[in-house]
């Protein structure tokens, strides 16, 4: 279950204006998919970037219908990605429960989930990362980032330096299947980010334990 990339790894001097320029918070949630049976319930919200220039990486998961707060979670910038073309990886659907159908899925290299409202694949376009280390033009109100590791020279003069993202080692749990009636068990995780780091999404895991960093 690879869990790399939950989060950007370091603070600096200008990481507030970085993070309002490069990494928005979403205008509103979409819910993806619910499921009321159990012993607790599931609400699962898809974000919805502030503009086309900003694409989702994960969705945030609830226990209640109330819509989480957009602070909690951050979107990249388009630039910064490139679509999923592997298959995305069932890792629970609640055959045995009865009620809506639904299903939750690995989306990406990061790890992230999705949740749909059957048990075959999401119709929709994943995102993944370009690569772990991002240049960052300050200048650049556009928001553009340069992605290619040899371009570093075009950008001595930034005063923000952040190496990256990275692996996440420690997680809280957030659901599990306890008492859904489904054929099979699963659980959503959620970072514990250390401070500075940001939100892009809750992982699922196959049975009640944690996420595994680094490993697939």
Not at 8 to 21: F, G, P, Q
Not at 32 to 39: F, I, L, R, Y
Not at 65 to 79: G, N
Request: glycine share 8%.
């Amino acid at each position: 279950r690879d869990t790399k990339v939950t989060g950007m790894a370091r603070t600096s001097e200008h990481i507030k204006d970085v993070l309002a320029r490069y990494m928005p918070h979403p205008k509103r949630f979409h819910q993806q998919w619910n499921k009321q049976t159990g012993a607790e319930e599931l609400y699962c919200w898809k974000p919805v970037p502030p503009s086309k220039r900003f694409v989702s990486l994960g969705v945030v998961c609830t226990t209640t219908p109330e819509d989480p707060p957009v602070e909690s979670i951050r979107c990249v910038p388009r630039a910064w990605v490139k679509p999923v073309t592997d298959e995305v990886t069932q890792i629970w659907n609640d055959s045995g429960s009865g009620g809506r159908a639904g299903a939750i899925w690995r989306t990406n290299a990061e790890g992230m989930m999705a949740a749909a409202q059957r048990h075959t694949p999401p119709n929709e376009t994943f995102y993944t990362l370009r690569t772990d280390e991002f240049f960052i033009n300050p200048l650049d109100d556009q928001s553009a980032a340069d992605i290619e590791r040899e371009s570093k020279a075009k950008f001595e003069l930034v005063t923000v330096v952040d190496p990256g993202f990275g692996f996440c080692t420690e997680f809280t749990k957030v659901w599990d299947s306890t008492k859904s009636g489904a054929d099979t068990e699963s659980s959503v995780w959620r970072p514990r980010l250390p401070e500075g780091a940001v939100f892009f999404g809750d992982l699922a895991t196959t049975g009640h334990g944690p996420p595994v960093a680094g490993s697939e």
